[in-house]
C-alpha cells in the first residue's frame, strides 16, 4: 500500500510530463497527438493517486477521462480526414479550404489544453482541486506548469491552419476530407463543447463539487 502511494504520484508526475517533453519535438501529427495522449494520462494519474484522500477525486476521474476520450476522438479524426496530411505544416492554410474542420480541431486542441468553457477545463479543475484537497499540492504545481507548457505545442498546429498557402508546399489539405472522419470530427467538438457548458451539472451527478 505504502509502494502505491509513493509510486503513483511519481508516476503521473513522470507521464505528464515525459509525454510534455515529447511532443514538444514533434512534427508529426499523429506522434504530437499520441504523446500528448501519454500527457494527458498523467493527469488522470493525478486523481487515482489521491483517491483515498479526496471525495472529489473519482468524479473528476471519471468526468475528466469522458472529456479527454470526445476531444481526442475529434483531434484524431481531423487528423484521420487527411491521411496525406503527415506534418503540422501540411495544415497551412486549411482554415480557408474547410472552415468547420478548422474550427473543430482548433476547439481540440485549445480543449486539451484546458482552456475555458471546454470539458477539460473542468475536468482538470476538478482533478487539481482533488489533488490539493488530498494533500498532493505538489503535484498539482507540476500538474500546472505542464498544462502552461502544453500551450507550445498546440499552437504550433493550430497556427499553419489560419495562414495563406505558399506554392512551394504540397496541396495535402486541398482535396476534400474523408467524410465520416470529418463528421465524427464535428460532432465531436460539439458535443465536448456541450459537455463542458453542462459541467455544472454533470459532474455533481457523478458526486462530485468543485465548491462547498
Not at 476522438?73 to 481531423?78: E, H, I, P, T
Not at 473543430?104 to 475555458?116: A, F, K, Q, R
Not at 463543447?193 to 453542462?198: E, F
Request: proline share 5%; glycine share 8%; hydrophobic share 60%.
Amino acid at each position: 500500500m505504502l509502494s502505491l502511494i509513493v509510486f503513483l504520484p511519481l508516476a503521473a508526475a513522470a507521464s505528464m510530463t515525459l509525454g510534455n517533453l515529447a511532443a514538444f519535438f514533434q512534427d508529426t501529427v499523429r506522434r504530437l497527438l499520441a504523446y500528448s495522449t501519454i500527457g494527458q494520462v498523467g493527469y488522470l494519474l493525478m486523481a487515482v493517486a489521491v483517491a483515498p484522500r479526496s471525495e472529489l477525486a473519482l468524479p473528476a476521474l471519471l468526468f475528466y477521462l469522458a472529456a479527454c476520450a470526445v476531444t481526442n476522438l475529434g483531434a484524431f479524426a481531423v487528423a484521420a480526414s487527411f491521411p496525406s496530411a503527415t506534418r503540422v505544416s501540411d495544415y497551412r492554410g486549411m482554415g480557408r479550404r474547410h472552415p468547420l474542420l478548422a474550427v473543430s480541431l482548433v476547439i481540440c486542441l485549445l480543449g486539451l489544453v484546458g482552456t475555458p468553457p471546454t470539458a477539460v477545463f473542468l475536468g482538470k479543475l476538478a482533478v487539481f482541486t482533488a489533488a490539493v484537497g488530498g494533500g498532493a499540492v505538489w503535484l498539482a504545481v507540476v500538474a500546472v506548469a505542464n498544462t502552461v507548457a502544453s500551450l507550445f505545442y498546440y499552437l504550433r498546429w493550430i497556427a499553419p491552419v489560419f495562414l495563406a498557402r505558399t506554392t512551394e508546399q504540397d496541396e495535402s489539405t486541398a482535396d476534400s476530407p474523408r467524410r465520416w472522419s470529418a463528421v465524427t470530427a464535428s460532432a465531436a467538438a460539439v458535443v465536448f463543447l456541450a459537455l463542458g457548458i453542462a459541467g455544472g451539472v454533470v459532474l455533481p451527478l457523478l458526486g462530485g463539487e468543485l465548491l462547498p
